[in-house]
């Protein structure tokens, strides 16, 4: 006798296992290859045919070389066969090659457990409430697949559904107290693939011509801000990113090893307020300037930048005090302001002209910077997002020549023009702005708000902030860049006019902030906070791991308990049948212990033979339920119930 592993898989199973591969593989088809996902598709098509057709499924040969193509294949596409995304197309793979060898029970389980753990792979990519809500339908799937598995053909789909769907409800109960209570740590459980937090696309740490406007197409959403108190207007909140002060000629960049310290001398009073960043992969924050009060873990550069000990991965929250009226670094050390008025050698030379004349005339250095900023506003400057190339003197080009240009443009030529008549300068890149939702109150700020600005000092009056977008486009400052540009390669979302658009937007934003506040931001500090309200006071993992347990097992017993009372409680059938007996006891027929039905309808024949009929109907019904071969319908029982008089 065979094991029952190794039994033959009946054909009827089969389609349970498709939909369940097929259910864990569609979502990684958007990361893969298009080749990949071709292959994929042939494969699964492949399957579906040989079963259809009942055809003989391919020999391991051919098997066995497919699967050494396809591993040569992900080794060439990702020059590895580690990590996250060669991993989960191997993964994604081998799921479907599986489609094409199912003989046997055990093939069946493999399947069922590999589409287990596909899930999982998911949350690489996305923990999005869609990415949940399909996750949750395709475990339903493979759960329904291993039902199928071992109850047989005889199972109809909508038994296998609902048990299925019995089992995940009676888990909620688990999940929830293993959510709540499972000791949290500060990092993954076990260490991630090194490419796990790749593809996360944001502001970068160097500045070249277009690099920032390339990231105003992009409508993702880079950070959430909630203020204590009332949000500062747009034109106010400047969230300070990495500071460049050294130029090749052609790319902006920080100094490293950069030596120094901040001093802030504080005017106006502090904002409060809270930043949910999404991943970006730097150690810099964005917050804004100047901070006073910073985040554990965080300090301040000597540009003011916030920066934190651990690279951001994964969404963090962070609490900031920033004030939006103060003087900065006014005592600068003299080598740091040497540093900021270095230009490349023999580069640039119209504008290094410009400069030395503004220079020569101006009697203050204010005055050069009124000139510049009156250059971008009176001399038919554009601010677009579909600059021209520029060449290998970009500055010289953009002032004298296409006068077309995005904040990187403005920022980087101003820098220049100050540096080159004697006013230290940098450049600083981060955001401007943002959109208030006007359904949870919180601030959204997209990558599309990326912005870059300029740092001039002045003695006695420190490091001073000038934005020379503002001279050319006014309203970007004002009102932000989405409503102003009218450039028709803005995103979609970001040109939505119509109100119930945007409404529909700022409630389906509402509720993914929800789900990343409440649900995705549940760490080790909120759970500590629980704990606290709850009366538990500076609990140990030791504890929670009782308490856990503790939990676990009240559930288990309650699930239990109610598990023995169903069985206990009589089968519809039986249900049915005691209810017409009821019936009868009203017309003073009661039945005796030992009468089987038919033996209580020769009575009823004799004593009733009013009843007689309707009754025999409700024996004749409740045998067929009870003993027929091929009838189970209960209806037919309750209507000759309802017709016994």
């Known amino acids: 006798m065979s094991r029952p592993a190794h039994r033959p898989l009946d054909q009827t199973a089969r389609p349970w296992l498709m939909a369940a591969a097929l259910a864990t593989i569609l979502p990684h088809l958007e990361h893969q290859a298009l080749w990949l996902s071709s292959l994929i598709g042939l494969m699964l098509l492949w399957a579906a045919w040989l079963?259809?057709?009942?055809?003989?499924?391919?020999?391991?040969?051919l098997l066995a070389i497919i699967v050494c193509l396809s591993c040569c294949a992900v080794y060439l596409e990702y020059q590895t066969l580690f990590g996250r995304d060669a991993g989960v197309a191997?993964?994604?793979?081998?799921?479907?090659?599986?489609?094409?060898?199912?003989?046997?029970?055990r093939d069946g389980m493999v399947v069922v457990t590999l589409g287990y753990f596909l899930l999982l792979t998911h949350y690489f990519y996305s923990q999005s409430i869609p990415t949940g809500l399909w996750l949750l339908i395709a475990l339903w799937l493979v759960t329904s697949a291993l039902i199928r598995l071992n109850s047989g053909p005889d199972a109809t789909p909508r038994s296998i559904l609902r048990y299925a769907a019995s089992l995940l409800v009676q888990a909620l109960p688990f999940m929830l107290a293993l959510y709540l209570l499972f000791p949290r740590i500060n990092g993954p459980l076990w260490g991630l693939p090194q490419d796990a937090h790749s593809g996360k696309t944001g502001l970068s740490e160097q500045m070249t011509p277009g690099?920032?406007?390339?990231?105003?197409?992009?409508n993702d959403i880079a950070f959430r801000v909630r203020f204590d108190a009332e949000t500062p207007p747009g034109k106010l909140l400047y969230w300070r990113g990495p500071v460049m002060e050294y130029f090749d000629g052609t790319t902006w960049r920080p100094q490293p090893n950069r030596p120094g310290s901040e001093r802030i001398e504080v005017i106006a009073t502090p904002l409060s307020y809270e930043i949910t960043l999404e991943a970006h992969n730097q150690r810099w924050l964005l917050a804004l300037d100047a901070p006073t009060g910073l985040p554990p873990e965080t300090g301040l550069n000597g540009t003011l930048t916030a920066t934190h000990r651990q690279i951001i991965n994964e969404r963090r929250q962070f609490r900031f005090a920033s004030t939006l009226d103060y003087r900065f670094n006014v005592a600068e050390n003299p080598n740091i302001l040497r540093r900021n008025l270095q230009l490349p050698a023999g580069r640039n030379p119209q504008t290094l002209k410009l400069a030395s004349e503004w220079r020569a005339t101006a009697k203050a250095p204010e005055e050069v910077v009124n000139k510049a900023l009156t250059l971008f506003a009176e001399q038919n400057f554009v601010y677009t997002l579909q600059p021209p190339?520029?060449?290998?003197?970009?500055?010289?080009?953009?002032?004298?020549?296409?006068?077309?240009?995005?904040?990187?443009?403005?920022a980087a030529a101003f820098v220049v023009l100050m540096r080159a008549a004697g006013i230290p300068a940098r450049v600083v890149g981060g955001y401007q702005g943002g959109e208030v939702n006007p359904v949870d109150g919180y601030l959204t700020v997209r990558q599309s708000d990326a912005h870059a600005w300029s740092e001039i000092w002045l003695e006695g009056r420190g490091w001073i902030r000038i934005d020379p977008t503002a001279a050319v486009s006014p309203a970007r400052i004002e009102n932000g860049r989405i409503d102003q540009s009218g450039s028709a390669n803005l995103p979609a979302l970001s040109q939505l006019r119509t109100a119930w658009l945007k409404n529909l937007r700022h409630r389906w934003e509402a509720i993914n902030n929800a789900w990343n506040q409440q649900i995705l931001s549940y760490d080790m500090q909120r759970q500590r906070q629980l704990l606290a309200r709850l009366g538990w006071q500076e609990a140990g993992w030791q504890d929670l791991v009782i308490l856990l347990a503790l939990c676990c097992t009240i559930l288990l017993g309650a699930i239990t308990a109610w598990t023995l009372h169903q069985k206990t409680q009589p089968d519809p059938a039986t249900r049915l049948w005691h209810k017409a007996l009821r019936h009868l006891a009203r017309r003073q027929v009661n039945c005796a212990p030992w009468e089987t039905p038919n033996a209580l309808l020769h009575r009823v024949q004799t004593e009733h033979p009013m009843l007689a009929e309707p009754f025999g109907r409700v024996v004749n019904a409740y045998l067929d339920v009870r003993y027929g071969r091929t009838s189970n319908n209960l209806n037919l029982l309750r209507e000759a119930i309802a017709q016994l008089p």
């Open 389 to 410: 190339l520029l060449g290998p003197e970009g500055v010289d080009d953009f002032l004298f020549s296409s006068r077309r240009g995005f904040c990187e443009h403005y």
């Open 211 to 218: 690099s920032i406007a390339h990231l105003a197409l992009n």
């Open 90 to 105: 191997l993964l994604v793979i081998f799921m479907a090659m599986k489609m094409l060898e199912l003989k046997t029970r």
């Open 51 to 61: 079963w259809q057709r009942n055809e003989r499924l391919p020999n391991s040969g």
